[in-house]
């Protein structure tokens, strides 16, 4: 970031418009892909998958394990795709060299995170984040769900998972 910045390519880090990239205040990383989802339960999950991915792809390359890299065009195919035709198309699986629906290839993504997946039965709290194009403040609220209570103070939300 710090080149971006004093190259005057960007003015400050928050004009990053990368999928992923690190937060300008905060020690994480920011994952700007699905930032359009509107019900709770769903960015509950979608965290959680993230969440899964990172600790699996950090506990790989702490044991010198890697991944496969893809050319940059091959993966703006599968975003353009994804875009296109949603949840009911297909991506094109680039280590096999076939296209797949994009259900095979997420519970491929999900056995593949399944031993670093986190506790169901834990507390989670998530910094929320949003801004109004015009200013105004943002008021955040949840309804409880079925199975666990949420907590909504100021940007933070708290997920308590109901006994079983």
Not at 51 to 77: C, D, H
């Amino acid at each position: 970031m710090d080149t971006l910045i004093s190259s005057g390519c960007i003015d400050e880090p928050t004009k990053i418009w990368w999928d992923i990239r690190p937060h300008p205040k905060f020690p994480t990383l920011e994952f700007r892909i699905c930032d359009c989802t509107t019900k709770v339960e769903e960015v509950i999950t979608i965290a959680a998958v993230i969440q899964a991915l990172v600790k699996k792809l950090i506990r790989l390359r702490s044991k010198n394990m890697t991944w496969r890299p893809y050319r940059s065009g091959f993966i703006a195919e599968n975003k353009w795709r994804a875009m296109r035709d949603g949840t009911k198309g297909k991506l094109i699986d680039f280590g096999k060299n076939i296209e797949l629906p994009i259900s095979d290839l997420m519970n491929e993504l999900l056995d593949f995170i399944d031993d670093a997946a986190i506790d169901e039965d834990g507390i989670f709290t998530y910094q929320l984040g949003a801004y109004d194009v015009d200013g105004d403040d943002l008021i955040y609220s949840a309804t409880d769900g079925v199975n666990a209570t949420l907590l909504v103070s100021g940007n933070e939300l708290t997920v308590t998972p109901n006994a079983d």
